[in-house]
């Protein structure tokens, strides 16, 4: 069966500070896909980042990076020069058979 | 170019009424899916289509939920006999590919719709 589990309810960053949201992470897929999902209060979910397993180079995207440690399952999130912008509730993503998601992270961010 | 839209955005039921859900993917995508997300919960799938073929749908809490996409385009999530424990937000998202990630084959990013509140009295 597949898990994702996020072990922050709630994180709080300065603006322009760095943030590292964790996420950790149980399949028996050989196979998979890790994603970061931001929902802003709207509710839209839109896609922040997404790494395939078999990469062993991190993803990044502008100020959103990944850390990727494959053997210990575990995908955290790094947002860097942070923006009132990005608060939101953040999901961590799991993609074998089905996308499986996290309980979520919700980011304040303090001006 | 035009993202996931779903409608209604809100919808109040009456318990033990038949709601039905919309969704309309983005134009050319394969494959779509139906999640259930509970108040400050991640979402939780509920099936897949790929086309017109429901390919999964384990993630159905009970018969009562129903879903169907007859032209391989729109979809519609139908709950019967609406009940209190089905107050959600259902969200749908569509890829361009076969989300399968195992064999070899390729998946794509999911693209979720704003999703509709449902609030069963």
């Known amino acids: 069966a597949q898990t994702v589990t996020q072990s922050q309810p709630e994180m709080s960053v300065q603006e322009a500070e760095t943030v590292t949201l964790s996420c950790t992470y149980d399949?028996?897929?050989?196979?998979?896909?890790l994603f970061w999902y931001k929902q802003p209060p709207s509710r839209q979910m839109i896609l922040v980042i997404r790494?395939?397993?078999?990469?062993?180079q991190n993803a990044t995207e502008n100020r959103f990076s990944v850390n990727f440690q494959k053997a210990a399952k575990s995908f955290s999130l790094k947002i860097s020069d942070s923006q009132l912008g990005d608060a939101a509730m953040y999901f961590c993503?799991?993609?074998?058979?089905?996308?499986?998601f996290g309980a979520g992270t919700i980011l304040r961010v303090k001006s | 170019g035009a993202g996931v839209s779903q409608s209604p955005r809100y919808k109040v039921a009456k318990r033990g009424q038949d709601v039905a859900l919309r969704c309309d993917p983005i134009?050319?995508?394969?494959?779509l899916f139906w999640y259930q997300q509970a108040l400050g919960q991640g979402p939780e799938f509920l099936t897949y289509?790929?086309?017109?073929?429901?390919?999964?749908k384990s993630g159905l809490p009970s018969d009562r939920f129903f879903a169907e996409r007859p032209e391989g385009s729109v979809s519609t999530l139908k709950i019967q006999r609406t009940q209190q424990e089905d107050s959600a937000v259902y969200l749908c998202?569509?890829?361009?590919?076969?989300?399968?990630?195992?064999?070899?084959?390729?998946?794509?990013?999911?693209?979720f719709g704003p999703g509709t509140r449902l609030t069963v009295l």
């Open positions: 790494q395939e397993a078999y990469k062993q």
């Open positions: 998202a569509s890829s361009l590919v076969l989300g399968f990630a195992s064999g070899g084959e390729s998946t794509d990013t999911q693209y």
């Open positions: 399949t028996s897929e050989s196979d998979y896909y």
């Open positions: 289509f790929q086309n017109e073929a429901q390919l999964d």
């Open positions: 993503a799991q993609y074998g058979n089905k996308l499986v």
């Open positions: 134009s050319g995508h394969v494959s």
